[in-house]
């Protein structure tokens, strides 16, 4: 037998892993397979023939059983010799012995036969695919060679990869995260497993982790007194949780100390999302707000108005928008936030297959932001839902732009459940525009003012904005030179203040003066 038939031949085995990328649901998976690409076909912006998506579909179903890069993610183990105790040692419980090969060279011929008969029958009834596709899964299943429900999620990854989407499955992340606040409280904890021990890589400013004497890079070695040894990153979150207002006691060990520490933190009622916004006025004697969106889920634009609220109530008499860094999940919630900027009507123009739509927007009255000067902030980085606020500031003439040229990507993806299943299947349904109806898809928004920076110090500053939200501090490196924190100008922000009438914060004078030192020096 040839090597490659060899390779083909490789024992199988698997493991029922608690991987969210497995689903639970098995049974039906041909009707799933044939409802989604029947949704991707009449919802994706272009023409998507069925039969394509499902030869796509099976292609990858078939990578799944012969790559084990693909059989990971899908949650199937694929090895020869010490597999069984590799898998063991990664996931934990017992996998099933290595099955027999004959058996997974018979389902990838049928694979290839199913692929055969799609591709000579273009555009064949829902029912023929239907049946072809039952053929694979009854025949997986009498011979036992993978979990359907792996090879069902391969095959509609494959569908989705075609049109750059991606697969969903239960609650929608911000109905999952809100519930989550009510049923328990907040430590602001990221922790990780590292060569077996439970590590903390990052907290948040103004958590629970941040009152106490919690540092980044701490070894929680108890949790309530049991040993986190052995423990998997799923039971160690399972015991931190908790109602909003207990409290929960970790042993930790600080790097570089060998005395454990016992700190004890009360679960905060905070909602994890709140944090997703920050805000300030630029310096503690002035009265420009700065806002931006470290992560806006979709419906949660509510938290941008407490935090421009909170600031007007204290005078603000100017505001900068930061879209350099941060993610707003949606051009829907884009579009709730430009209402509120914006304050007088503006245009919403997209393309759809159905062509181009326009839908004239005002927000409701006392909804909208205080009619202050206005700076967006956008570089190379602030890409979609950030981009339609950059282009609707700029087309209705409500502040200026500025910073550099956008990323240009105006496709906007939408969520379609497949009905009676527990999916949804999330892909580009539109190409937004700028309100005056001009495309920014690969071209981006020009700033008002442009304003370059060298590249390395505008990585270095964007780093520090994302440790200063977690409550650290960080020392970076370049140029062959030692570079702190307060050397590094945000010279973007700093033109932004002046134009806005305010002067250049005590971090950027300190700055330039350090670096007029080290270049007398």
């Excluded at 029922?16 to 989604?36: I, R």
């Excluded at 023929?128 to 299943?141: G, P, R, V």
């Excluded at 328990?184 to 922790?191: A, C, H, P």
């Excluded at 030692?482 to 004078?509: F, P, S």
Aim: charged share 25%.
């Amino acid at each position: 037998m040839s090597a490659a038939k060899n390779w083909l031949v490789i024992a199988l085995c698997f493991l029922s892993v608690p991987l969210s990328a497995v689903a639970q649901e098995t049974g039906g998976s041909a009707d799933l397979l044939v409802k989604s690409a029947g949704i991707i076909s009449d919802k994706y912006l272009m023409p998507m023939p069925k039969d394509f998506l499902l030869q796509s579909g099976l292609l990858r179903m078939k990578g799944t059983l012969v790559n084990p890069e693909l059989a990971l993610q899908a949650g199937i183990m694929i090895f020869g010799g010490g597999g069984q105790a590799f898998v063991q040692q990664q996931f934990g419980g017992e996998p099933r012995p290595a099955l027999d090969p004959a058996k997974a060279q018979q389902l990838l011929k049928k694979i290839d036969e199913v692929y055969a008969r799609v591709k000579q029958t273009p555009g064949a009834g829902e029912r023929d695919y239907q049946t072809w596709l039952d053929e694979i899964f009854t025949l997986n299943n009498t011979s036992n060679v993978a979990p359907e429900n792996a090879l069902a999620r391969a095959a509609l990854t494959g569908m989705l990869a075609e049109v750059n989407g991606r697969l969903e499955q239960g609650e929608k992340a911000a109905d999952r995260m809100a519930r989550s606040a009510r049923q328990y409280g907040n430590l602001g904890l990221n922790i990780d497993m590292d060569d077996g021990q439970l590590v903390v890589r990052q907290f948040n400013s103004g958590s629970a982790a941040t009152q106490a004497d919690i540092r980044q890079g701490d070894i929680i070695l108890k949790i309530n007194g049991k040993d986190t040894k052995g423990l998997d990153l799923g039971a160690a979150w399972e015991m931190l949780r908790g109602a909003p207002g207990t409290k929960v006691v970790i042993t930790v060990r600080h790097e570089g100390e060998q005395k454990p520490a016992d700190i004890t933190l009360t679960r905060s009622a905070r909602n994890p999302w709140s944090s997703g916004v920050r805000s300030k006025f630029v310096s503690p004697d002035s009265k420009i707000g700065y806002v931006r969106c470290w992560q806006l889920p979709e419906g949660r634009s509510s938290d941008v108005d407490e935090a421009v609220q909170e600031m007007a109530q204290q005078g603000m008499a100017g505001l900068i928008v930061d879209l350099r860094v941060g993610n707003i999940e949606s051009f829907t919630t884009a579009a709730e936030l430009v209402d509120r900027l914006v304050s007088g009507q503006w245009a919403l123009i997209y393309d759809s297959r159905d062509g181009l739509q326009k839908e004239t927007r005002a927000v409701k009255q006392g909804a909208a932001y205080p009619d202050v000067p206005l700076v967006v902030l956008v570089d190379r980085q602030t890409n979609g839902p950030q981009e339609l606020i950059a282009a609707a500031v700029q087309a209705t003439g409500r502040g200026l732009v500025l910073g550099d040229t956008t990323a240009g990507r105006a496709l906007g993806q939408q969520e379609f459940p497949v009905p009676g299943r527990d999916y949804r299947l999330r892909f580009a349904s539109a190409i937004y525009r700028t309100p005056k109806g001009d495309e920014f898809q690969g071209k981006g928004i020009t700033p008002d003012i442009r304003v370059e920076m060298d590249g390395n110090d505008k990585g270095r500053i964007m780093n520090r904005m994302q440790m200063e939200d977690y409550g650290q501090q960080q020392t970076y490196y370049g140029r062959g030179r030692h570079r702190h924190n307060e050397e590094l100008r945000d010279v973007q922000l700093e033109k932004a203040i002046e134009y806005l009438g305010g002067t250049a914060t005590e971090a950027g004078k300190k700055a330039e003066e350090k670096g007029r030192e080290r270049k007398d020096k």
